[in-house]
């Protein structure tokens, strides 16, 4: 798989899976609103209509009570806004203070900084280019070692990532959120296991392509 899917499908399926689950969440979780079987207005009408008919006087209405005063010495109470964003229980400086070398923030850590964007663009680009180059049996023996050994950092540094999190706010964290957590960490897993085939194939069809590419070439020199 190519690095910039590496690097921007685990996020987006983390962010897009967590949106519609909350989504999911958030309608499970809301309690229907009692259904009165008439309205006020139908009862009101059909009750004044069997009513019968009589001088008598309607009673006034009862006296508002007055409100009491405002008292202008008191702070104003906060009013709770229920569309208020959340504050996140993971507190990413912590887990960065404990992983400062981890991937994670060159990779996947937000961040709206434009240059910093750029750069993760042109080192997306940069591992691309050279799986394009495994593919195709171009690279050489050390650029096969580099990129799986960068796939191979890449998915250890995100298991750690997710196992620290886990660790330290596993407890206060949604349920929806700790599963996309573990969701990670199995398939970085899955990933490692089956880096050492691909890596192996990789060298064994470039020791392919370099023995045709020996054929031509005696071939051309061959009378």
Do not use: C
Request: hydrophobic fraction near 35%; charge should be negative.
């Amino acid at each position: 798989m190519a690095v910039n899917a590496w690097r921007k499908g685990l996020p987006g399926l983390v962010v897009a899976t967590g949106l519609v689950v909350a989504a999911l969440v958030y309608a499970l979780r809301q309690e229907p609103e009692p259904v009165t079987p008439e309205s006020p207005a139908v009862v009101n009408q059909g009750a004044a209509s069997m009513a019968p008919h009589s001088g008598a006087r309607t009673p006034p209405p009862p006296p508002r009570a007055t409100p009491p005063p405002l008292d202008l010495t008191r702070p104003p109470e906060e009013v709770p806004d229920d569309n208020t964003p959340k504050v996140h229980p993971v507190d990413l400086q912590v887990i960065r203070a404990k992983l400062p070398d981890n991937l994670y923030w060159r990779m996947g850590a937000p961040t709206q900084d434009p240059a910093e964007l750029e750069r993760r663009e042109a080192e997306s680009r940069r591992w691309n280019d050279l799986y394009g180059k495994v593919l195709s049996a171009d690279a050489t023996v050390e650029q096969i070692r580099e990129y799986y050994g960068h796939r191979r950092q890449v998915s250890e540094d995100f298991i750690t990532f997710s196992t620290e999190v886990l660790s330290r706010f596993g407890d206060v964290l949604p349920e929806r959120d700790r599963g996309l957590y573990e969701l990670s960490i199995n398939m970085h897993r899955t990933r490692l296991a089956e880096l050492p085939a691909q890596e192996q194939d990789a060298l064994d069809r470039r020791e392919a392509q370099e023995r045709r590419r020996e054929a031509w070439r005696q071939g051309l020199q061959s009378p």
